[in-house]
């Protein structure tokens, strides 16, 4: 083994513990376990049938060259009318830029952006590769945390004390993952307030949870005026229309910083895959009410859920206002030996459930928030009912 010869850049990024609990899930399944995997964020949905038409027909019209870096045109085009239409935001084509999935949208902001030294803002709880990227970047996270009595949402006065000379970057995401809350606009122009005083402080907005809205409110950050210049926005595809494999995702930005993401892009994936593109098209130009049984499905889950987790004895729950998560508080089991297992704290209590429910959850610690786990409620109504059966069986045991 030569693992000695890897860059410290790789041997000092973590595996993604989403990732990684599925793997354990797999892996018990294929040895005959029974396991429920509520770990990955993914939709139990298949891709709409009009959108697979369209993608259908972008291979028998020969779609199959290389496309742009930045995009098609006509995509970007689907996307500032997007922005126009669902966020009141005016985005020209050239300020557009379509990545191999959100996830390279956010790399992309940040490397152009973040220098060595560099202090990034993350909002605990966070997704967990945002901490990841600014890793890579050789930038320092800086963690703002908020737990369950906040709702999971940072507070202005948080926000200002993080702020110092070296402060380049704030993550936020909106709905969060992996706590499902929603900003509100007096919320978001708070924090905005805070920001417009920092001319060396620009925002990156994840959004990817936009339709996936249970409280009818969504605000976007690059709304306000005075933080248009200051933001870069990041969507995508993979959650709303069921299109996680599709891997499209996108930003709108300030010019200057759309080409950066460009230039960037251009040296490591290129433009993304022709017949996904064509079938974004297709989605972005759908009206909302094609996805909404989709919308009114993981409500009810959402629901089921959160009644079902309040019944079990220790656990403070957080009801969701979007996406597609609940994260409750199980820092009650801190200390405590159930079933012979002694639980010290997040990582044994997701390991717990793995081993004695055969529930797959991720650790809290992840995503910045030590005290909870997350659950992903995207799958079925039938695997809900008997994870959390076993979860609470397990833990009253």
């Given at each position: ?32 376990v ?8 993914e ?22 060259s ?9 995509l ?13 935001l ?5 300020q ?8 390279q949208?956010?790399a ?103 339709h996936?809205?249970?409280?009818g ?5 690059a ?42 892009q ?41 009644k ?40 044994d209590f ?36 008997e ?11």
């Amino acid at each position: 083994m030569n693992e000695y010869l890897l860059s410290d850049r790789i041997k000092k990024l973590p595996v993604s513990q989403t990732i990684a609990m599925s793997a354990k899930a797999r892996e018990l399944k294929e040895s005959g376990v029974d396991v429920i995997s509520l770990s990955l964020g993914e939709p139990d949905f298949n891709t709409p049938d009009f959108i697979k038409e369209d993608a259908k027909k972008a291979i028998d019209d020969n779609y199959n060259s290389y496309t742009p870096v930045e995009g098609y045109l006509d995509l970007r085009k689907a996307i500032s009318k997007k922005f126009k239409r669902d966020n009141n935001l005016d985005y020209t084509p050239d300020q557009i830029v379509v990545s191999t999935g959100a996830k390279q949208s956010l790399a992309n902001a940040a490397m152009v952006l973040l220098n060595p030294g560099d202090e990034a803002i993350l909002a605990a709880p966070y997704w967990v590769s945002y901490e990841a990227i600014i890793d890579l970047c050789e930038a320092e996270p800086v963690i703002i945390h908020s737990e369950i009595d906040q709702h999971f949402k940072i507070l202005p006065e948080q926000l200002e004390a993080a702020i110092t000379p070296k402060t380049k970057l704030v993550f936020l995401n909106s709905p969060g993952n992996p706590s499902g809350a929603i900003y509100s606009k007096e919320e978001l122009r708070a924090l905005a307030d805070v920001l417009v005083q920092y001319p060396q402080v620009y925002v990156i907005y994840d959004e990817i949870y936009e339709h996936i809205n249970y409280c009818g409110y969504h605000h976007s950050m690059a709304s306000f005026p005075d933080m248009y210049e200051k933001t870069i926005t990041v969507n995508g595809l993979s959650k709303a229309f069921a299109m996680t494999g599709w891997r499209v995702g996108y930003i709108g930005a300030p010019k200057w910083i759309a080409e950066a993401c460009t230039k960037m892009q251009g040296q490591i994936t290129s433009g993304t895959n022709c017949i996904a593109q064509r079938a974004a098209i297709t989605a972005l130009e759908a009206p909302k009410e094609k996805i909404q049984y989709m919308i009114d499905s993981l409500e009810e889950r959402k629901i089921l859920v959160t009644k079902l987790l309040r019944e079990i004895p220790g656990f403070q729950v957080y009801e969701p206002k979007g996406a597609f998560y609940i994260l409750p508080d199980i820092s009650y089991y801190f200390g405590k030996n159930i079933n012979g297992y002694h639980i010290k704290n997040a990582n044994d209590f997701a390991m717990f459930l793995l081993e004695k429910a055969n529930v797959a959850t991720v650790t809290g610690e992840a995503f910045g928030t030590p005290n909870c786990i997350r659950l992903s409620y995207a799958a079925s109504k039938s695997e809900l009912m008997e994870a959390l059966s076993r979860i609470k069986k397990a833990v009253t045991s």
